[in-house]
């Protein structure tokens, strides 16, 4: 054991001891550094990050739908405290179309309903929905005592669809299921998967046509993405789901090739819509100037054509002359500083490449939720498995590697390789991380306190709930979620604004001049996590 994981370990009862230690690895010569424990159950009373199943059904996957209602099955609560908090902005790309992103529908379930049973009033809220805003698509989302109680929400999507002929989708993502938000993205796919895609029947027009899964617009990132491959001259079929509609989703199926962003929430509809529609699926990067370019060169070699392979190149020199100024000089700013990155299933790994375009190294990092192939690239991975309406899920491991070798036959493998087709993109977080560095899962506050005390990051990127803690203790931080309110961060033009607010967050002499109660109180003393 190293003298850094020991900071983070030795504080803890044997019982967490035990546990916590497989969570983290340090990247070190001698050690097993390319293994690690992830997607388990979080220890009960250690304040974890995460979030829960609901949050990533109806938060991060079907809410940013914009033309769909999404309806709370619960109690006010979990529709209010989810209502506009994720960052996916969503305006309608044609006139009249709909946007209820701005909107939180609930069935505002109380005590007698929980006795009595909420379907009637699930019915009722829906036919309210329908009188009021006629959508084409309605999505239920159940929250914790919804399952407990039994109501069928299936049930009353099917019944929704016989009385007013729209597409609706029961979804029991009842907050306690699973581990984290990782189940909730899984139950929402297959849902989309089962009801969505494969509706419609409009066909691409462009030559080369994508959608692109895994990407919610936060801070307009998406936007981002679509002006460059539009220049290029990509038609962008559908976008999964930032900024989405059902009215694409539906034609997703069409598109020539589905490019994955955000590999920890929808690595599941890529793979499946390969195996049902035949689509290909390659992992790209569009956080940070290489990753980009590269992003954007792996495409060109798919589709093979040299004519897209020059515009690619013309576009990426374009795009680089119009944002090198700028980002020479935020490099020369930034250069030399080191990052701490704590998001959740994929942010923490695709920052890093845009950190290394400013000269900067992260030297801790990990995710709240990710899976150990998120971790570790290619690699034997845990699995949740459900049954098709999502009602009874488990979580189990399931020995599949994910890489090109899966989706090939070896014939098909060699003529790539000989077509120069870059195969090894599955690469994981810790094999892009340096010797000595750390990489932890599900961090909780006492861990993210002790690192920064070790590692002196010069910036820390988390979340809401950590962020104000971290700077009360005197180190800036910056929210990877939300962007605190700023972006795009993607693609060429998000680089620069990313270079902007790191410049000014990290010359503001505010952080040296907090002074962290607990530098002048006396610490209390003891062992986390009982006996
Ligand atoms: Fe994917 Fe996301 Fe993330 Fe995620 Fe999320 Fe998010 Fe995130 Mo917050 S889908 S795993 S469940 S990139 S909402 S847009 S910022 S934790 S790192
Ligand atoms: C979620 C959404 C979240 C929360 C962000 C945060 C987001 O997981 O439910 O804790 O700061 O990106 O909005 O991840």
Not at 41 to 57: D, L, M, N, V, W
Not at 185 to 191: L, Q, V
Request: aromatic share 10%; with cysteine.
């Amino acid at each position: 054991m190293s003298k850094e994981r020991d900071l983070l370990l030795d504080k803890y009862s044997s019982r967490v001891f035990k546990n916590r230690k497989s969570h983290i690895t340090q990247l070190e010569f001698g050690e097993n550094p390319d293994e690690i424990t992830a997607n388990t159950r979080a220890i009960p009373g250690i304040i974890t990050a995460r979030g829960c199943c609901y949050a990533g059904c109806k938060g991060v996957v079907v809410g940013p739908v914009k033309d769909s209602v999404v309806i709370t099955h619960g109690p006010i609560g979990c529709a209010f405290y989810s209502w506009g908090t994720r960052r996916n902005k969503a305006k309608p790309s044609y006139e009249g179309e709909p946007n209820f992103v701005p909107y939180s529908f609930c069935t505002d379930m109380r005590a007698s309903d929980i006795v009595f049973g909420g379907e009637k009033k699930l019915e009722e809220g829906i036919d309210e929905i329908m009188k009021l805003f006629h959508p084409k698509c309605i999505f239920i989302c159940s929250t914790c005592p919804i399952g407990l109680i039994g109501d069928d929400v299936q049930a009353v999507a099917r019944r929704v669809e016989e009385k007013y002929g729209i597409t609706a989708i029961g979804y029991s993502c009842e907050g306690y299921k699973g581990v984290s938000q990782s189940a909730g993205h899984h139950i929402a796919n297959n849902g989309l998967m089962r009801y969505v895609i494969g509706k419609g029947e409009e066909a691409p027009k462009g030559k080369y046509s994508v959608n692109i899964l895994g990407e919610y617009n936060i801070g307009g990132d998406g936007w981002e993405q679509e002006r460059i491959l539009k220049k290029i001259g990509y038609e962008v079929v559908s976008v999964f789901t930032g900024d989405g509609s059902y009215e694409t989703l539906k034609n997703s199926h069409l598109a020539d090739l589905n490019l994955v962003m955000c590999h920890r929430s929808i690595n599941y509809i890529a793979e499946m819509m390969k195996t049902k529609y035949g689509v290909d699926w390659l992992k790209v990067n569009f956080i940070g100037v290489g990753a980009t370019s590269k992003s954007l060169r792996m495409m060109a070699k798919y589709f093979n054509d040299p004519e897209l392979t020059k515009r690619t190149e013309e576009v990426i020199a374009e795009e680089l002359a119009e944002i090198n100024e700028d980002m020479e000089y935020y490099k020369s700013k930034l250069k030399g500083k080191t990052a701490g990155i704590f998001v959740g299933g994929s942010r923490s790994h695709h920052y890093q490449m845009l950190l290394r375009d400013f000269g900067m190294e992260t030297t801790i990092a990990g995710y709240e939720f990710a899976h150990r192939d998120d971790y570790e690239g290619r690699e034997i991975i845990p699995q949740i498995k459900a049954d098709a309406d999502s009602k009874n899920i488990e979580e189990i491991s399931v020995e599949r590697a994910v890489g090109y070798e899966d989706r090939y036959s070896e014939e098909e493998l060699k003529v790539l390789r000989n077509e120069g087709v870059e195969l090894d993109n599955y690469s994981g977080m810790i094999k892009d991380m340096k010797a000595g560095y750390m990489v932890v899962d599900d961090y909780n506050m006492f861990e993210t306190d002790q690192l920064i005390e070790e590692y002196k990051p010069d910036i820390f990127f988390s979340g809401i709930k950590d962020k104000y803690a971290i700077q009360h203790g005197g180190v800036v931080s910056r929210q990877m979620h939300s962007y605190d309110y700023s972006g795009p961060y993607a693609g060429f033009r998000g680089a620069v604004n990313f270079g902007r607010d790191l410049t000014m967050s990290l010359y503001t002499n505010a952080w040296s001049l907090v002074k962290p109660p607990w530098k002048t109180m006396p610490m209390l003393e003891g062992t986390l996590g009982g006996a």
